[in-house]
């Protein structure tokens, strides 16, 4: 479907209705992010290909001007046997070389040169200018070059300093921008190959943990517990969709410059092309015609529909269709002060549906209830056995009884700080009851030479989270308080009082009390 929207001066734009795309897949491993590097460098090339045919058109008029007719067969064969580009055409719109294209490019021609009054019938005038796009303009190019026989060698100053040099300069600024593009492109697919790689392997290595833990012997390294490779996995799916959201950002702001870029090229090359048919017109009488149809048709190129016929074809390989923006908005489309001026991609982020956030990713394993930890939350740990400074730190008691201990709750360290199993341990509590503090005495497993144990102290902010943490713990070694023991541990704290000083040897007070046989 298309809607026609009417110019102020009452000519039409046809404009292509976009279809809608799907946005970002929920699978961690299944991103549906299209690589459009390679269409947008097709269309770079397209323009580096339009902007050399203009080239090759004025620097095979300068050879008529300094050689006339001489010269004359080398301008069609360098302009019109060179490649030239055929743009994306819209249904309504001529292919190059068409009937279609014929007709529009000599009703635009003749209108060029010959305007029509308002009492005129317009009865044979084209139904559409939608119909006239670039490939028209190639087309009336082709039709016009072999009415240049004529030339003058007053014309090859102007051509040689001023038309020349410009259109050599936008070139080089496209095909920089283009290798640009590519290489930065190249850089974001492979950043985010390796994470996608780096997930997989995580995701296979979390499968089997889970498999083991489910099999009869439960207990298996700390480096294979599911919620410790399931912690490792996030993080990296964090950096995964982080890489992927710029590519997405990347892709989409590359894309909408390109839009603009194209716009301002048609701008250079209309006011270039312009330039130029003025010198001729100025030089030659009979021979303007030639160049008045020509410049006619590519004035009557409308970028706005150029660009959607560019979308309408590649929608399901371009990222900006799925913007939550409009893909046909762009900056000003004007001829820039200078060719450095040409459009460049914003850095800026976008709103689009192929964005994915990391919370909502899905992987084999992530609700597995061996990931799920049976409890978790901050303890102060004292520092040293001589040290009376408390730290806090998250810890975590897997399904697997490990007593993990994190900087913090948040996934940017993925890696424990101290690991400690918990039926090899030792459990005491300090003789004070309202300093909240108990003490694990074990071996650091994290720790690769062979070591001694050693106590841990930890502190509670409160009797309950004590009695909680104490609890879980004395479980998890093999002991259990009672509910009428947890009852007089409540009434002791309470009964204790406040001011008590501090005394360092509490830390490693109080009776050990052994793990009970499994």
């Known amino acids: 479907m298309s809607s026609i929207v009417t110019s102020a001066g009452g000519s039409r734009i046809v404009t292509p209705q976009l279809k809608k795309l799907d946005g970002a897949s929920n699978d961690l491993l299944k991103s549906n992010i299209p690589d459009s590097t390679s269409i947008v460098t097709t269309r770079y090339n397209k323009d ?33 046997s060179k490649d030239l580009p055929n743009f994306e055409a819209s249904a309504d719109s001529a292919v190059s070389g068409s009937a279609k294209a014929n007709n529009a490019a000599g009703v635009v021609e003749s209108r060029a040169v010959s305007p029509i009054e308002e009492n ?60 640009d593009f590519a290489a930065a492109s190249a850089k974001h697919s492979k950043a985010v190959a390796k ?116 979308i309408s074809k590649n929608s399901d390989f371009l990222v900006v269709s799925r913007s939550t923006e409009d893909p046909e908005e762009s900056d000003v489309t004007s001829v820039p002060a200078s060719l450095s ?18 919370e909502q990713v899905q992987f084999a394993g992530r609700d597995d209830s061996s990931t799920v930890p049976i409890l978790e939350g901050n303890l102060l740990r004292n520092e040293g056995q001589l040290k009376k400074k408390y730290s806090s730190y998250y810890y975590v008691i897997t399904q697997s009884k490990y007593f993990l201990e994190f900087p913090t709750a948040s996934l940017d360290r993925s890696s424990p700080t101290l690991v400690l199993y918990l039926p090899d341990c030792l459990l005491s509590k300090s003789k004070h009851e309202n300093k909240f503090k108990f003490t694990i005495r074990g071996k650091d497993q994290t720790n690769l030479i062979a070591v001694r144990k050693r106590a841990y102290s930890f502190r509670a902010s409160s009797s309950e989270e ?37 005394e360092s040897a509490e830390d490693q007070t109080g009776n050990e009390v052994p793990q009970s046989p499994k």
Request: hydrophobic share 35%.
């Open 48 to 80: 580096l290909k339009l902007i050399t045919a203009v080239q090759r058109f004025a620097e095979s008029y300068l050879k008529i001007a300094t050689n006339n007719v001489k010269l004359t067969d080398d301008l069609s064969k360098n302009t019109l």
């Open 120 to 179: 005129e019938d317009e009865s044979w005038n084209i139904t559409d200018d939608s119909e006239v796009d670039l490939n028209v303009f190639v087309y009336s190019l082709r039709r016009n070059i072999t009415l240049l026989y004529n030339t003058t060698l007053k014309l090859q100053t102007q051509i040689k300093g001023d038309i020349l040099p410009r259109l050599k300069t936008l070139y080089a600024e496209v095909e920089a921008r283009k290798k």
């Open 195 to 310: 994470c996608r790689d780096t997930s997989s392997k995580d995701v296979a290595r979390l499968q089997g943990a889970i498999g083991l833990f489910n099999s009869e012997d439960s207990r298996t390294d700390y480096k294979r517990d599911p919620y410790f490779l399931k912690r490792s996995l996030m993080k990296d799916a964090v950096v995964q969709v982080q890489n992927e959201n710029d590519y997405v950002d990347f892709l989409e702001n590359n894309e909408r410059a390109l839009k603009t870029l194209e716009a301002q090229i048609l701008s250079v090359l209309r006011q270039t092309f312009g330039t130029l048919t003025s010198m001729v017109c100025g030089y030659y009488g009979t021979k303007t015609e030639a160049f008045q149809k020509a410049d006619g048709v590519f004035k009557a190129v409308s970028s706005d529909n150029e660009w959607h016929n560019f």
């Open 341 to 358: 001026g040409l459009a460049k991609p914003a850095n800026v982020h976008r709103g689009n549906a192929l964005k994915r956030n990391y």
């Open 466 to 502: 004590f009695l909680t943490w104490y609890n879980v713990v004395s479980e998890v070694t093999g002991l259990m308080v009672s509910r009428a023991e947890q009852d007089e541990e409540l009434r002791d704290v309470a009964s204790v009082s406040s001011t008590e000083t501090f």
